[in-house]
C-alpha cells in the first residue's frame, strides 16, 4: 500500500499573525514557517502504518514556492520515504489543490490519501473532499482512530454529537484530526540525513489562482479592563455584570 500524504508550508502556530502595512494580506516577512501540525499528524499516522507493515511506501507532497522543499526535508525527517513538490506561486484555488492530489496519487498509484483536516493558515478544510470526488473515493473526515487493512478501512470520525464509524474498501481519503496520535520528536541525525535526500519536482497542468479576494487583513482590538475588588462578594459582583 502506497500513502500520499499532504505536507503544507504555513506561519508558525507559536507565531501571532499580523497584518502587512498595507492591510492586504498577513506579513510573511522573516516570519518562522513551519509544517501544518494537522499535515504532521497525518505523516505520523502513515509512518506508523508503515512501521506495523500495512503500508509500503509514504510519500510526501508540497504544494507551493520554492521554500516548500524546507518543510519537506521535515516530513523526510519524521520518516516520509518521498518527498514530492508541485512548484506554484501564489495561492492556488481549492479545486487546483485537489486536481495536484488527484494527479499525484494516479502517477503513484497510491492507496491511501491522508490529509491534515485544515490548515491552519485558510482555516477552508476543502482538499479532502474536493480530492475524494475528483478520485470517486470514499472519504472520512476529522479522523479519530483508525484501523487499517490492505484492502479495507475502518476509521471513526469526530462529529458536532460525538463520534461516528466508516467502513469502506480502499483507495480512500482521510483527513486526521489532533487526536489521532501525538507526532514523534524529530532528532538531529534524522534532520541531517533528510537535507542529503533528493526532493523530487512535478509539474500538473491546469492548475488557476483562488477565487476569494481578501479585501482586508487586520489584527483583532484586544481589551482589557482591570479592575480591583476588595471582596468577595464585589468580585461576584463584577462577575456578574460581565456576563
Known sequence: MKILVGFKRVIDYNITARPNAAGTEVDLAGVKMSPNPFDEIAL????????QGIATEVIALSIGAAECTETLRTALAMGADRAVHVKAEGTLGAQSIAKVFKTVAEDEGANLILLGKQAIDTDHGQTASMTAELLGWP?????????????????????DGGLETFAFK?????SVDLR???????????????????IEEKAVDGLSASRIRVK?????????????????DDLLKNLEGAL
Request: charged residues 25%; hydrophobic residues 45%; proline residues 7%.
Open 44 to 51: 505520523e499516522q502513515a509512518v506508523k502504518l508503515k512501521e
Open 139 to 159: 472519504q472520512a473526515l476529522n479522523a479519530f482512530s483508525m484501523e487499517l487493512t490492505a484492502t479495507d478501512a475502518k476509521v471513526t470520525c469526530e462529529i
Open 170 to 174: 480502499l483507495p480512500a481519503v482521510v
Open 180 to 198: 489521532l496520535n501525538t507526532p514523534r520528536f524529530v532528532s538531529m541525525p534524522a534532520i541531517i540525513k533528510a537535507r542529503s535526500k533528493p
Open 216 to 232: 482586508q487583513v487586520f489584527a483583532p482590538k484586544q481589551e482589557r479592563k482591570q479592575v480591583m475588588v476588595e471582596t468577595l
